[in-house]
């Protein structure tokens, strides 16, 4: 058996950018990025000795180790996500912006709405395909462990204050509206639907739905 190891990426690291510091993004990515992947391997070692002969939903070892994978686990997926989609101003590929028209009226009240979700989030605000209905979504989570499932993530926004506190400190607004919208590319999304045939599911989905 060869146990899941995650690895640390450095060639995801964000280039320099208008509106986030070196500081700010070494700091996030160098120290916080890490050390999610430090702690998931971490876990995955201890799991493999663990006691698994008492495990309880109120307190067991096995319980407190799996609760952290996931909190470390979905945190290095999301941020190797944020990493690229904070890439340089680009538009949506044409597929994904027909179904944001479709589903949200217009490109910039999609925009207004993904804007408002991570204002509002303490965690992440997250667009994303969803693969049971075909319909995109912004989900806001407050926290790497709560997520929705069976869906693909097109454009990922950190709103943790580790992600803009050294440059902004409280003034949440300014990050997003000067250090992420500024940067925020569509490229991940693009290769996520170079990988799955978004596209074709969606319109399959909406056709069993009418
Ligand atoms: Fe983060």
Known sequence: MVQFQAQFKPELKPKPMPG???????DHFDIKYK?????LNEIQTKLKGV?????SPNYSDIRELLVERLFNYNSIKLHEAYWQCLAGASDPPEPIKQMITEDFGSYNTWKEEFKA?????????????DLDTGR??????????????NVI??????????????????TVKRYVEEGFLPNMSWKYAARM???H???????SLLEKAA
């Not at 050390?35 to 702690?39: A, H």
């Not at 045939?197 to 319109?203: Q, V």
Request: proline share 4%.
């Open 35 to 39: 050390g999610y992947v430090t702690k």
């Open 193 to 195: 639907l170079e990988r």
């Open 51 to 55: 006691n698994k002969e008492a495990p």
């Open 197 to 203: 045939p978004l596209s074709e599911y969606r319109t």
């Open 117 to 129: 979700c991570g204002l509002s989030a303490r965690g992440w605000s997250i667009c994303a395909f």
């Open 136 to 149: 995109l979504f912004n989900f806001l989570t407050d926290n790497h462990s709560i997520g929705a499932w």
């Open 153 to 170: 993530p097109l454009m990922i926004m950190d709103m943790y204050e580790h992600a803009y506190y050294i440059d902004y400190g409280g």
């Open 20 to 26: 986030l510091s070196d500081r700010q993004l070494n």
